[in-house]
C-alpha cells in the first residue's frame, strides 16, 4: 500500500498524564485544566488529559500536540507540577477517584477489580473513517493492535514488575476478566450490521449487571450509551465519525505522535488497497493489507503486553505490517530489571521522565517520514 499519495485523512490523539508535585508526588491537576484548551480531568485525581482536534495532515497534528503540552507545562512550571508519561505510577499510590454516576456505575459493573484501571493512563487515537470502507479500517486496526508494543512505558503495578505493558495486562487481563466482552480485543467483523449487533448485546449485558445491582434506568441511560459503554480497545465510533485505537500507554509525546501518524497513514485511506485476512504472518505490500487470522493477532498482542519491543515475534510482525520499529524508544524497557520499587523510587522516576517529556517538548522539530 501506498501512503506516499494517500489523500489526508483526519486523525486526533488524546493522551493522559499522571500529574505530581515538585517531589514526584501524586497531586490534582488543579488550574492545569485551564492552561490549554484541549486540556480535561479524567475519572481520578492525578491524571490530566490532553485532546487535539480532528487534524488533516502529520505536521499539523504534531505541531498542536506539542503546543497544547507546551502551554500546559508552563503553567505547571508556575504551579511547580509536572506531567509524567508512564503507563502507571509505578509505586502503590491511592489513586481516588472523582465522584461520578458513570465511576459509580463501573465500580457496580466491574467490581474491585475496577481498581486496576484507576492506576491506568493511556492514548487515544482517532483515524477519521472512510465511507465504505470503515469495515476495513476497523479490521485493520485490530490487526495493527500489537503496535502497543511501541510505546509500552511502565513494567510495574504497586511496585512490582509485571509485564512490559502493565497498564494493558490491568486493564485487559484483571480489570475485564469478569467481564472480558467488555474490555477485551474483540474479533473482525464482517459488516457494520455485525458491529452493532455487538454494541448491542454489549450494552444489554451491561444494563443487566447495572439494574440487577440497583443502579436505575434512567441513570443508567443519562451516563452510558451503545458506545460507551464497552471499552474494547478498537472501536467504530459513529458519534465521532472516526476508527478509535484505545491500546497504547501514554509515552512521551515525540514517540506517540509517531505512532498516532504512522496508524493514520496505514488505515486513513484505503481507496486502492485490497485487505485480506489470510494466514498468521501479516503483511502489508504497496497493494494489500494481509491481516492474519485473529487468534494469530491475540497471539502477537499477548506476546507485546508481557515482552513488548523485547519479543523477535512481535518485532518482526510489526515490521511486515509496516512500522519502523527501531524508530521507537519504549520507556518500559529502560526500566526493566529494577526488581520492586519503593515509594520513594517511584517518586524519583516520575520526576526524571517528567524532565524527559519537558526536554522531548522543548526539542520538537517537524516531524520527518516514519
Known sequence: MSVDHAEPRRRSIEVEYWVTDDEGRLTDPGELVAASPGAEREFVEPVLEIKTTPCETATELRAELFDRIGTVLERADELEKKLVP????????????LPSD???????????????????????????????????????????DPALALVNSSPYYRGHPMAAGARSKCYRWLAYDDVPHQGWLWRYVSDRGEWTRRLERRYEEFVTVATDAGVSRRTLESNFDLESAVWTPVQLRSSFSTVEWRSPDTALPSQIVRLANRLADLVGDLEDTDVRIDGRDGRVTSETITLPEFDAVLEYVHAAIRDGLESDAVRSYLERMGFDVDAYEPITHELAGRGRIDPAEARGIRLEYAERLERDVRRAKPMHSD
Not at 508512564?86 to 477517584?97: K, M, Q, S
Request: with cysteine; glycine share 8%.
Open 86 to 97: 508512564l503507563g502507571t505510577p509505578v509505586a502503590a499510590d491511592e489513586i481516588r477517584e
Open 102 to 144: 458513570r465511576t459509580r456505575i463501573q465500580n457496580t459493573v466491574v467490581g474491585e477489580d475496577f481498581e486496576y484501571v484507576r492506576h491506568c493512563a493511556g492514548t487515544h487515537v482517532h483515524v477519521e473513517q472512510q465511507p465504505g470502507r470503515e469495515i476495513d479500517q476497523l479490521n485493520a486496526l485490530v490487526a495493527l
